[in-house]
């Protein structure tokens, strides 16, 4: 029976399946650090088969800085770390799809990479804006081994995670390129193949991160800057202008998988002709029962129905039936749209008319036409709020008076940008790896109950300790997540009663990151000597729960863990089931036959148990045997 792994997707053995898959002579057998044998890649191989396009030498496009290669290095190194549920400090934990996650955010994503794999259609970021006194992510990518064992680089030796990133620092530009590269590399997995990513800056570090968005997401794919009016009166902080705006990057996984931007649309009926004299022309095929004719019922003979410069052509019969055609209608002409453009305007049930003889075909966009946004969001485009409202937003929710968090950005602002991605009454998830006071699971909430959306959020956040001289920490916050939770428990609360009739998620389940649930011998069993044997009871750490084993068993799966959970309490054992079969677990030390008939008959997708669940061999060959006759299809492994 397979054990499963607990360890995140190590990208570079990946690599090396795709290259070995497409160029199998450039993967080769190679000494490792160990003195094991494993694959490599030889590269002058891969050079040759290659040759007349491979890049050897100074002279080519690229981005650079110093320590970019143990970004990427570390962007594909696997991790054992695990997310434990925190349910006591969660809300509506049963019900809610939401999730909140404390936590370094490039472990978080690693460990969410396989589950939400190509799931997330939305990535907004205000990562920090490297002013020389904000705070960046103290990723060193140089640690040695022991310490990397002793806490992952998790907290200094003063136990401060992260460090000001003052302008005095021979690497200012490289820490900062060097942290966010990493993050989007492995965020970039998790975009689904419509997704898109915004990322606020101001003009620091503008320029930078384009680059390296580029080379993650490619140049091709960048759709557009927004300039966002930040202030209602500029802030001359700077030496030499009063500043007004900030910036948002936009990416998409794919530009060819995305639609129009659009938060307002004209008037609906309105009518677009399909021909367009100077086009080239070409043969449009309109099926059985797709237009709308204004005319009496009649048969129309093949015929020329060109007029002035319009040129058209009737190369069929067509047969007007309840005005409809009864039959495929072709014509020749110089059209607007394409014959692919024709058959998605078919699928969307957009409505073809045809007025009269000669027949000049229109059509009638579904809801109304989309108007293209604006790359300008201020006061004056769309009533955008700014950072003055933003701080009026926090006060609102904790007290008038009370700022507890610096630079907040507005509710307004996020949802915008939401809402210009969204469809009606629209459901997808949100991610948000820098979620700082937690505003855009505030705007995902209050654009939800506004349309009838369906969106949910994932949030994940640092627990940055608050100054203690901070208004945060005097009214009891003693980190960044405190201040966020709370946000989102008030602000969901301010939004049911604004809404009472609304169907709303307003709850969240609350997870931080820790260390494995597994005892080191999991992952090293060759280290395991007969007398470790012999005292050992389990190779599960003893403080860890049900809950624990539960979730890190879906993350390890790559099942979301934002799905329902029910349990049952069969013959003393207690079995969990998630979203209905996704999976079923039992982590029982002694599991009796029953429970894995039981387990069975629900016919899950997946199903685990601990290891020592069965005292010998026979007990887990009895297990096979049970999945096997009840549900074969069920794929089973221990912990």
Not at 20 to 36: H, I, K, N, W, Y
Not at 219 to 241: C, D, G, M, Q, Y
Not at 607 to 622: G, H, L
Request: with cysteine; proline share 3%; net charge negative.
């Amino acid at each position: 029976m397979e054990h499963m792994k607990f360890e995140t997707p190590d990208m570079v053995t990946e690599n090396i399946d795709k290259i070995a898959a497409l160029f199998p002579s450039a993967v080769t057998e190679m000494r490792g650090e160990d003195g094991e044998i494993k694959r490599g890649v030889n590269f002058e191989v891969l050079k040759q088969l290659l040759s007349r396009d491979v890049v050897d030498g100074d002279e080519c496009y690229e981005f650079t800085w110093v320590g970019k290669k143990a970004a990427m290095a570390e962007a594909a190194r696997p991790i054992t770390k695990t997310l434990r549920p925190v349910k006591e400090d969660s809300r509506n934990w049963d019900t809610t799809e939401n999730l909140y996650i404390e936590g370094d955010n490039l472990e978080v994503l690693k460990i969410l990479q396989e589950s939400y794999l190509g799931k997330v259609k939305m990535i907004y970021i205000d990562p920090p804006y490297n002013t020389g006194n904000d705070f960046i992510y103290a990723d060193d990518f140089m640690r040695s081994q022991e310490e990397e064992n002793e806490q992952m680089g998790m907290y200094d030796e003063d136990e401060n995670r992260l460090f000001k990133n003052a302008d005095t620092r021979g690497r200012f530009h490289s820490d900062w390129c060097s942290m966010i590269y990493a993050r989007l590399v492995v965020a970039r997995n998790m975009l689904s193949e419509d997704g898109l990513i915004f990322i606020t800056l101001d003009d620091k570090e503008n320029s930078n991160m384009r680059h390296i968005a580029d080379e993650i997401l490619g140049a091709s794919n960048f759709v557009t800057e927004f300039i966002w009016e930040k202030k209602k009166k500029p802030s001359f902080l700077h030496r030499n202008v009063g500043k007004l705006f900030d910036y948002i990057l936009c990416y998409a996984k794919s530009t060819e998988n995305t639609e129009a931007f659009s938060v307002e649309k004209t008037t609906e009926g309105k009518k677009y002709p399909f021909n367009n004299a100077g086009n080239g022309r070409n043969i449009l095929h309109f099926p059985p029962h797709t237009i709308h004719f204004l005319m009496n019922d009649q048969v129309i003979q093949p015929q020329d129905m060109s007029e002035g410069n319009i040129y058209t052509k009737l190369l069929s019969q067509v047969i007007i039936k309840n005005h409809t055609n009864e039959n495929t209608v072709e014509l020749d002409g110089e059209w607007r749209y394409s014959q692919k453009k024709l058959d998605e305007i078919i699928r969307n049930h957009e409505e073809i008319t045809i007025s009269k003889i000669p027949f000049r075909p229109n059509h009638i966009k579904a809801g109304g036409e989309i108007k293209k946004m604006k790359n300008i969001i201020s006061r004056s485009t769309y009533n955008c709020e700014t950072n003055e409202d933003a701080t009026m937003q926090i006060e609102s929710l904790f007290g008038e008076g009370k700022c507890i968090f610096d630079t907040p950005k507005p509710v307004g602002l996020i949802s915008l940008l939401v809402k210009a991605i969204s469809k009606d009454a629209d459901s997808f998830t949100v991610l948000d790896f820098f979620s700082g006071s937690a505003t855009t699971a505030h705007a995902v909430m209050q654009l939800n109950a506004e349309d009838g959306g369906h969106r949910k959020f994932i949030m994940v956040q640092l627990p940055e300790k608050c100054d203690e001289a901070s208004e945060a920490y005097k009214a009891g916050y003693k980190n960044i997540c405190e201040i966020g939770k709370e946000r989102i428990r008030r602000a969901g609360d301010k939004i049911r009663s604004e809404h009472p009739d609304a169907k709303l998620d307003t709850g969240f389940r609350v997870f931080h990151v820790d260390e494995s649930n597994m005892e080191d011998v999991y992952y090293h069993p060759e280290e395991l000597t007969q007398t470790m044997l012999g005292g050992m009871v389990s190779n599960i750490k003893p403080d860890r729960t049900d809950l624990d084993l539960l979730y890190a068993c879906l993350l390890d799966w790559g099942v979301e863990i934002n799905l329902s959970h029910t349990q049952a309490v069969i013959d003393g054992c207690t079995v969990h089931n998630v979203d209905n079969g996704a999976l079923c677990a039992c982590f029982d030390e002694r599991v009796p036959l029953s429970v894995i008939d039981y387990m069975a008959k629900q016919q899950p997708l997946r199903a685990v148990f601990r290891d020592s669940s069965f005292a010998a061999d026979d007990s887990k060959i009895n297990v096979t045997e049970i999945f096997k006759n009840l549900s074969p299809d069920t794929k089973v492994k221990v912990i």
